[in-house]
């Protein structure tokens, strides 16, 4: 290390040290909103953590925060651009505020899987995604996957209708918001750790997530239970600050690139397991699945679709070309 650079490492380390750290060692706190063993999320920045820890022992040292123990998405970024937080992967919805192009990922009915996701994210086009916010001082490292949405309520849900008059939690985007209020429903922005809540006292009804989610936060307990619409994606971007990423060392920064990219081959080969895993405890746990007829799905489609039109500039046209060729 440089002196320069040790110096540097001197001040992140007195500014962020806990016990966990070596003095001398760049700390590099984590902080995400789910648990850390039966989701994807959790489990690739645990991953990331212990080999960093190992593999980068004396040089520098992750701390992983779950459960929006430490920000939940709507502060972390804020954060991260204080330096209070060096890394963290929310959802793509919540990017909305530094890049409309991400738009496109909370679309309806935009990729018909994850592997579709996997193949738009790894093109040109979305490779340049991970950099279109730089000069907002944040920098996208990796995507990480999760998984398709379902829908849930109080009551059942079979035809798009089902979910008129009714309140959703949706994540804070535009898009979410217009695809609920294009059922005739009411979207109510929220923070994810407070939905359960919010369920549960009937501050709203429903709610959209992955079966991850659903299980991990336990929404099925205080819903009637989920409608299998895989109508949407969630899916993560690992971000860093620009500022902190290029104070790095250069040797320091591609040593957790690399295992940060190898951390992210691993996890995202393995998504499709965790997130039938957890659709399985949530039948396990007694909840309903409610799988849709042809008929009934397209309704889903005829309902929602129509969104796109009123966010196609924000997204471009050639883009959207380029998620449905990845679809056909
Ligand atoms: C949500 O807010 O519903 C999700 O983005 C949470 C997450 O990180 O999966």
């Not at 909103?33 to 989701?39: G, Q």
């Not at 793509?92 to 592997?115: A, G, H, V, Y």
Request: one cysteine or more.
């Amino acid at each position: 290390m440089t002196t320069a650079a040790m110096a540097l490492a001197m001040t992140v380390t007195a500014q962020t040290a806990t016990a966990a750290c070596d003095d001398g060692e760049i700390v590099i706190k984590f902080s995400h909103v789910t648990n850390s063993d039966k989701h994807p999320k959790g489990i690739a920045a645990t991953m990331l953590m212990e080999r960093v820890n190992e593999e980068m022992d004396g040089k520098a040292c992750m701390e992983v925060f779950p459960n929006s123990t430490l920000y939940n998405d709507d502060q972390v970024l804020e954060a991260m651009l204080q330096g209070d937080v060096q890394m963290a992967a929310p959802s793509l919805s919540k990017f909305e505020q530094f890049t409309k192009q991400f738009r496109i990922f909370d679309l309806p009915f935009m990729f018909k899987n994850i592997e579709a996701v996997d193949e738009f994210q790894n093109s040109e086009t979305g490779q340049a995604m991970k950099a279109s916010m730089t000069r907002r001082g944040l920098l996208g490292l990796e995507f990480w996957h999760n998984g398709m949405k379902q829908m849930s309520a109080k009551t059942p849900l079979l035809v798009p209708s089902d979910a008129a008059g009714l309140k959703f939690r949706v994540q804070n985007s535009d898009v979410l918001k217009a695809q609920m209020a294009a059922m005739g429903a009411s979207p109510q922005p929220m923070a994810f750790s407070e939905v359960y809540g919010a369920l549960q006292t009937g501050v709203v009804d429903g709610q959209e997530n992955t079966w991850s989610n659903i299980y991990g936060q336990k929404f099925f307990e205080v819903q009637d239970g989920i409608t299998e619409t895989n109508h949407g994606i969630i899916d993560y971007l690992v971000v860093t600050g620009v500022d902190w990423w290029e104070s790095l060392d250069a040797d320091v920064r591609d040593q957790l690139a690399t295992i940060l990219t190898e951390v992210t081959t691993e996890r995202n080969a393995a998504v499709g397991e965790v997130d039938a895993q957890a659709r399985q405890a949530v039948l396990d746990a007694g909840s309903t699945i409610r799988e849709l007829t042809g008929e009934q799905r397209q309704a889903w489609v005829d309902a929602m679709k129509p969104v796109w039109e009123q966010f196609q500039d924000d997204v471009g046209q050639e883009n959207i070309d380029a998620a449905q060729a990845i679809n056909a």
